[in-house]
C-alpha cells in the first residue's frame, strides 16, 4: 500500500503528509519564538525609532536629535572616523582573505589544523585578543623586542592605542572568519571550469579574470557586505587598543556614551539610528543576493 | 617557469597563514607568561615567575561570583534557547507557507546586525522595565541572538530526518507527542548537542550585549575582563592578565568539547 492511500485512509497522516499547510499545532510552534523576537528585538528597535524622534524637552515628534548630531563636529566625526576604521579593515580583511581562499581552493594541506586554529581567535573574543594584542604589540612587547634585536628599529614602534591597534585586532577577529567563508565558497566552484578553461589555452590570469572572478563575485560581495557591517559596529577593540576619547571615538562610542554616561536615550536612539541606517547600507548588498545569505552566513559558512 | 611561479606563490601563502599562526600564538602566550610573572619589563621573560596573581584576582575582582553568574547565564540561554528554537526550526524545516522567507529573514537579522545597533535600544527598553542590570536581563538580552542560531542549527537535523518516519509512526497509531518523544527526539540529539554547544561558547565569550545589559552583580567573566582591563594602570596588569587566563581557559574547554561535536568551520558564527 502506497503511503498516499494510506494517507488518505487516515486523517491524522493526511494532516502530516501536507507539508504546506500552517495548522494550529505548526503555529502553536513558532508563537513562542516569533513572539520572542518581536518582543525583545523589533519593540525596543521601532521603540528606539520613536523615542530618538521624542527628545524629552520638546513636545511632539521632531528631528532635533539627528539636527543635533549633525550640527555637532564632536558628534557626527564619529561617522567619518568609524568610515575611516571600517573601509580599510574591510578592503584589507576580505582582500587577504581573497587571495589567500583562492590560493587554497583545491584544498590544502593540515586542514583541520589549520581551520581549528584559525577558529580559536572567533571564539575566543575580541576582549581577550585586545589584551593579548596589548601585551604583545606593546612598547616592551615581543613584537617590538623582536624588532629592536634583530636591529631593524631602534625606537619601539607605537602599535597599541591608536588607529593601528584597532586595525591590527579588527584583523585578528575578522580574517579567520573571512578567509574560511571564502574558501568554502570558492572551493565550492566546479574545477571543471577551470579546467576547461586551462585547456583551452587560458593563462592563471586570464582564469582567475574571465572565469573565476565573476563566478566569485556574489561570495566576494557577501563577504565584503558583512565584514563592512561587523566593523562598522567596532566598540571594544576602540576603545581597548584604540584612542576612544580622540582618534578612534567610533559611533559606536558615541551612542553608549550618550546613553550610559549622560543618560540620554532619546539622544543615544538617534546615533543607535544612524549607526543602523549606515550599516543598512551595506546589507542592502546582501539582501540582493539574498538566496544565498542564510546558508552562508550561518552554518554553510566555511568548507563543508 | 609556470610550475615554479606556482610553487612559490603557494610557499608564500603557507607563509602568510604561519604568520598569522604564530602571531596568534604570540598574542595569547604573551597574556600566559604575563599572568605568572612576577615583575615584566622589556625582556624577553620574566625574572621570576609566581601564582599570586591569580589570588590577587581571584579576591579583589569578586571571581566566584562572575564565574557563577557566567555559568548559570550560559546554561539558561541554552536551555530557553533550545525550547524556544526546537519548535520553530522543525515548523520551518518541515512545512513550507506564505511568508516563510519572510520570517527567516526576520529570524536572521538579529545574527546579522550588530549587537551594538541594536544592543542600546535593546539595553533602554529592558532598563525602563527595570529587568536592565540584573542576570534576568542579561539572560533575556541573550537570547536574542541565540533563539534565531538554535533554530538556523536545528533546522538542517530536522530535514535529515525523513519524513516516512512520522508517516510510519502515524500510521501505527502514534499521536502527536509519541512522534515528538520517540521519534523525533531522539533522531536530533546530535543537533541538540551541536546546538547547545555552540550557544555556550557563544554565551561565555558574547561580550556586547552583556555589557550594554549587565550591572554590578550581573558581569559575566568577558564584561568583568573588560572593566578590568580598562581600568589599566589601576590594576597590576598581571592580574588582568590572570583574569584573562581563566577566562581562556574557559573558552579552550568548552571548545575542546565543542569540537568533538561539530566541524571547525561550524564555530565560525561571529555574533559582535
Keep these: 500500500m502506497s503511503p498516499r492511500a494510506v494517507a488518505s485512509a487516515r486523517p491524522k497522516a493526511r494532516r502530516l503528509r501536507e507539508p504546506h499547510a500552517l495548522d494550529a499545532a505548526a503555529v502553536a510552534c513558532l508563537v ?20 530618538s524622534l521624542r527628545p524629552p524637552q520638546r513636545a511632539g515628534l521632531t528631528l532635533a536629535n539627528y539636527v543635533a548630531f549633525f550640527s555637532d563636529e564632536w558628534q557626527y566625526r564619529t561617522v567619518w572616523i568609524t568610515f575611516g576604521i571600517a573601509v580599510p579593515n574591510t578592503v584589507i580583511v576580505v582582500g587577504v582573505a581573497l587571495l589567500l581562499a583562492y590560493g587554497m ?98 593563462g592563471p590570469f586570464t582564469v582567475f579574470y574571465r572565469v573565476m572572478l565573476p563566478l566569485m563575485a556574489p561570495g566576494i560581495a557577501i563577504a565584503f557586505a558583512l565584514v563592512f557591517v561587523m566593523s562598522f559596529g ?12 580622540g582618534a578612534t571615538r567610533t559611533i559606536a562610542i558615541a551612542a553608549y556614551q550618550q546613553a550610559f554616561e549622560r543618560y540620554d536615550m532619546s539622544y543615544a536612539s538617534a546615533i543607535a539610528v544612524v549607526m543602523g541606517l549606515f550599516q543598512l547600507a551595506g546589507l542592502v548588498v546582501i539582501i540582493l543576493l539574498r538566496r544565498r545569505m542564510v546558508t552562508a552566513a550561518t552554518m554553510g559558512v566555511g568548507k563543508r | 617557469m609556470n610550475g615554479r611561479r606556482g610553487r612559490l606563490w603557494g ?10 599562526v604564530l602571531n596568534l600564538l604570540g598574542i595569547v602566550s604573551h597574556v600566559l607568561v ?20 591569580f589570588e590577587y584576582a581571584w579576591s579583589n575582582f569578586d571571581l566566584g561570583r562572575v564565574l557563577a553568574v557566567t555559568v548559570f547565564v550560559a546554561l539558561s540561554v541554552v536551555v530557553l534557547a533550545l525550547g524556544l528554537g526546537f519548535p520553530a526550526a522543525y515548523v520551518l524545516a518541515r512545512r513550507d507557507f ?8 526576520l529570524y536572521f537579522l538579529p545574527l546579522l546586525i550588530p549587537q551594538m545597533t541594536y544592543g542600546i535600544p535593546l539595553a533602554t527598553t529592558l532598563y525602563r522595565y527595570g529587568i536592565g542590570g540584573t542576570v534576568a536581563g542579561v539572560i533575556l538580552a541573550n537570547l536574542v541572538p541565540m533563539v534565531p542560531l538554535a533554530i538556523f542549527v536545528l533546522m538542517p537535523f530536522f530535514e535529515q530526518i525523513s519524513l516516512n518516519l512520522e508517516w510510519g509512526a502515524a500510521m501505527m497509531g502514534a499521536n502527536r507527542f509519541q512522534i515528538f518523544r520517540r521519534i523525533l527526539l531522539p533522531l536530533t540529539v546530535p543537533g ?32 568583568a575582563l573588560f572593566y578590568n582591563a580598562f581600568a589599566g594602570g589601576v590594576r597590576p596588569v598581571y592580574s588582568v592578565d590572570a583574569m584573562a587566563v581563566m577566562y581562556m581557559t574557559t573558552v579552550l574547554v568548552l571548545l575542546l568539547i565543542a569540537l568533538r561535536f561539530v566541524r571547525p568551520t561550524q564555530m565560525v558564527f561571529r555574533l559582535d
Design chain 1, 32 to 51: 513562542p519564538s516569533l513572539l520572542y523576537v518581536l518582543v525583545m528585538f523589533v519593540y525596543p528597535f521601532l521603540y528606539g525609532i520613536y523615542s
Design chain 1, 105 to 202: 581552493r583545491r584544498g590544502i594541506r593540515f586542514e583541520r589544523a589549520i581551520t581549528t586554529i584559525l577558529v580559536l581567535p572567533i571564539a575566543l573574543g575580541v576582549i581577550l585578543l585586545a589584551e593579548g594584542i596589548l601585551g604583545f604589540y606593546g612598547g616592551r612587547g615581543w613584537f617590538n623586542q623582536m624588532l629592536l634585536a634583530a636591529g631593524i628599529i631602534n625606537e619601539p614602534l607605537t602599535l597599541t592605542h591608536n588607529y593601528i591597534g584597532v586595525l591590527l585586532s579588527l584583523f585578528m577577529q575578522q580574517f579567520p572568519f573571512c578567509f574560511l567563508m571564502l574558501l568554502g565558497y570558492i572551493s565550492g566552484i566546479d574545477p571543471g571550469l577551470e579546467n576547461s578553461a586551462r585547456t583551452l589555452g587560458a
Design chain 1, 234 to 245: 567596532v566598540f571594544p577593540s576602540a576603545i581597548l587598543l584604540g584612542q576612544p576619547a
Design chain 2, 11 to 20: 610557499l608564500a601563502l603557507y607563509l602568510f597563514v604561519f604568520g598569522f
Design chain 2, 34 to 53: 604575563s599572568a605568572f610573572a612576577k615583575r615584566w619589563f622589556g625582556t624577553p621573560l620574566p625574572a621570576a615567575f609566581t601564582t599570586q596573581w
Design chain 2, 98 to 105: 506564505r511568508g516563510k522567507p519572510l520570517l527567516l529573514l
Design chain 2, 192 to 223: 541538540l548537542l551541536t546546538a547547545s554547544i555552540l550557544i555556550l561558547v557563544n554565551t561565555v565569550s558574547n561580550f556586547e550585549l552583556t555589557f550594554l545589559v549587565s550591572g554590578a552583580g550581573s558581569q559575566t567573566l568577558v564584561v
